[in-house]
Nanobody, 126 residues
Framework: QVQLVESGGGSVQAGGSLRLSCAASGYTVSTNCMAWFREAPGKKREGVAA???????AYTDSVKGRFTISQDNAKNTLYLQMNSLKPEDTAMYYC????????????????????WGQGTQVAVSS
């Protein structure tokens, strides 16, 4: 059974940084594609960043140059380094993994991912 557990959220001031972690069990992070999504109150879930086993990455335009997605295969953990945070980055952040039964597809659409964590809250104040 796949389990994804996010951590690292918190409250920061604008301009600050946070690093989110997603520890995986029952799933090897290097075998397919994984992603970070976020959902702000009253808004639809949005794909933020994705990474696949070939090292390819994708970012939504609003975070390019500020966020970096990475993975540590030895720790079987996915990360999202978030710098220069803005109030509009405030949201619940979710880790997602694509089933190993499916071929790798790099993308930021939620339908590409089958397994989801419970989320970690990020709040950025101005």
């Amino acid at each position: 059974q796949v389990q994804l557990v996010e951590s690292g959220g918190g409250s920061v001031q604008a301009g600050g940084s946070l690093r989110l972690s997603c520890a995986a069990s029952g799933y090897t992070v290097s075998t397919n594609c994984m992603a970070w999504f976020r959902e702000a109150p009253g808004k639809k879930r949005e794909g933020v960043a994705a990474i696949c086993s070939d090292g390819g990455t994708a970012y939504t335009d609003s975070v390019k140059g500020r966020f970096t997605i990475s993975q540590d295969n030895a720790k079987n953990t996915l990360y999202l380094q978030m710098n220069s945070l803005k109030p509009e980055d405030t949201a619940m952040y979710y880790c997602a993994a694509r089933s190993i039964l499916l071929g790798p597809v790099l993308g930021l659409s939620s339908f590409l991912y089958d397994n989801w964590g419970q989320g970690t809250q990020v709040a950025v104040s101005s």
